[in-house]
């Protein structure tokens, strides 16, 4: 599968972004997705993930509450909405497929596929 997202920009604090990743070449449903991103100096991170079918979620602590993530299926699509950005959520954001056993991982290792990220920058 190939996963392309987009939507990254430049905010001030307090203001909200959605993140959009298109998927092709495979059959959606039958992917976990999830959100990762990496500040600079910094290793990738886990941010959100959804289950198959999206009726369950799961977040970092650090954007538990501000951040959602949802799908739609018919449209081979996956989201991320981010309210209440802060200037410590700057980071290139990364969508990510899995076909693995688990109902869904926060785990870098348990995603075969990647996007190409989306630059997010959020000022003070």
């Known amino acids: 599968v190939q996963l392309q997202a987009s939507g990254g920009g430049s905010v001030q604090a307090g203001g909200s972004l959605r993140l959009s990743c298109a998927a092709s070449?495979?059959?959606?449903?039958?992917?976990?997705m999830g959100w990762f991103r990496q500040a600079p100096g910094k290793e990738r991170e886990f941010v959100a993930t959804?289950?198959?079918?999206?009726?369950?979620?799961s977040y970092a602590d650090a954007v538990q509450g501000r951040f959602t993530i949802f799908r739609d299926d018919a449209k081979n699509m996956v989201y991320l909405q981010m309210n209440s950005l802060k200037p410590e959520d700057t980071a290139v954001y990364y969508c990510?497929?899995?076909?693995?056993?688990?109902?869904?991982?926060?785990?870098?290792?348990?995603?075969?596929?990647w996007g190409q990220g989306t630059q997010v920058t959020v000022s003070s």
């Open positions: 990510a497929a899995s076909t693995g056993i688990l109902r869904t991982s926060q785990s870098l290792s348990a995603y075969k596929y």
């Open positions: 070449g495979g059959t959606f449903r039958n992917y976990y």
């Open positions: 959804i289950v198959r079918g999206g009726n369950s979620a």
